[in-house]
């Protein structure tokens, strides 16, 4: 990758220079974060070089349009070829509808709109692209139910744009999101997948209603603890959604898109409500509580220190610790302390020798269903046709009606 060394902007000259670096850094779909970064300080260099040179207020992003449109004699109809429909016009020119990069391309363009102007405060772009419109699997969520359209495939940006404004806008996706790669997200996952169900989840937390406002500490150990305890009851896992209902915490089971090899998530809205979104991509018991209780405690945890988002591969558990995350390995302690606590664990016999009585009677004396015993024992020992009488399938999902599929 060839880098172009960063110049201050002193003439009009280095001006012109700027603008056109700029316009290059635009077509680049898939910016890195050093090629975002020169994007943002061309953008603050161009404007403080304005406001030396022309001290009158620079237009925002809308009305170098409608100024644009007034010398060209353009009405909005005019527009609908450039930016797509007489509503996508309509919201642009009202503030309602951010700028896209296809946009902007479309406008400067068609209309010869300085790109500088169109991505200075007040465009509404995100500070890095939000998705790949051409890799997003719109089918799929399409055919999920996820989003109401026909013939999807011609109307992706307005389509998306519902589902993004539903999940709370352009912002609503955390940094995090915008990047591939984490401590127990799959190599192998495909981002704009990943985004997808990420948008769809914090969109379902934000219609949930929850009865109880989220209130900054609750989620604590010995929540957790009361949270575990529900496995005891076979509508359990809905009585762990209504119970942390009331604590203002939302909880939403989404099936698993192709290629994200996901369990679960920790994430939050953009209303600050915290969010434990779940695929049951194995649809066990075990399964359900360990993962709810894990991304539980991520929100307990590490929110409060700047964390944004945790996806969540638990397969990933069988690798080395050394290669965790601290935070994830944080966040199994806390999960496995609520369910089994561990001085309960170290000193019972059903840790060498794992009978059926021996399950039973821990489960009863720390009050969690014995799959969790079983569970547990299956995964220390990597054994997993041990207990096997207790492990089942399809437990959780009929319990939830709203699962897509």
């Not at 434990?276 to 509580?289: A, E, H, K, P, S």
Request: aromatic share 6%.
């Amino acid at each position: 990758m060839t880098t172009t060394r960063l110049r201050p902007v002193k003439s009009v000259g280095d001006y012109d220079a700027a603008l056109t670096r700029i316009e290059e850094l635009m077509e680049i779909e898939g910016r890195s974060d050093v090629e975002t970064d020169d994007l943002e300080i061309l953008a603050a260099l161009v404007e403080m070089y304005e406001d030396a040179e022309f001290p009158m207020s620079v237009p925002s992003p809308i009305a170098a349009i409608k100024f644009r449109m007034e010398q060209l004699e353009m009405s909005q109809s005019d527009l609908v070829p450039v930016l797509g429909s007489r509503s996508k016009v309509s919201e642009i020119l009202n503030g309602k509808r951010p700028l896209t990069l296809k946009m902007i391309r479309a406008l400067h363009e068609h209309l010869n709109i300085p790109a500088a102007l169109l991505i200075k405060e007040g465009g509404n772009l995100p500070d890095k692209p939000l998705i790949d419109v051409d890799k997003f699997p719109i089918k799929e969520i399409a055919k999920r139910g996820w989003i109401v359209a026909t013939n999807a495939a011609d109307r992706v940006e307005e389509v998306l744009h519902d589902l993004i404004k539903c999940a709370g806008g352009s912002t609503a996706l955390p940094q995090a999101l915008l990047r591939q790669g984490g401590a127990r997200e799959n190599a192998k996952t495909d981002v704009h997948a990943l985004q997808a169900w990420c948008l769809y989840v914090l969109c379902q937390a934000r219609q949930m209603g929850l009865e109880g406002k989220y209130q900054e500490g609750s989620i604590t150990p010995d929540l957790l603890r009361e949270i575990a305890r529900l496995s005891q009851f076979e509508a359990g896992p809905k009585l762990a959604q209504e119970k942390l209902a009331q604590y203002g915490i939302a909880l939403v089971i989404a099936a698993h898109l192709p290629k994200t090899y996901l369990d679960g998530a920790a994430l939050k809205t953009c209303d600050g409500v915290p969010v434990v979104g779940m695929t049951l991509r194995y649809d066990r018991i075990d399964n359900f509580w360990f993962c709810l209780l894990h991304e539980l405690a991520h929100l307990g945890r590490h929110f409060n220190n700047g964390a944004d988002a945790f996806i969540d591969d638990l397969q990933l558990r069988d690798r080395d610790h050394a290669v965790d995350d601290d935070r994830e390995r944080e966040a199994d302690e806390w999960a496995q302390e609520a369910l089994i606590p561990q001085a309960e664990w170290a000193t019972h016999p059903v840790r060498s020798v794992p009978s059926v009585v021996n399950v039973v009677s821990l489960a009863r004396a720390v009050g969690v269903n014995p799959v969790i015993v079983a569970g547990r024992i299956r995964h220390e020992r990597k054994n997993y046709r041990l207990l096997s009488k207790f492990m089942g399938s399809n437990e959780v999902r009929p319990l939830f009606m709203e699962v897509a599929t």
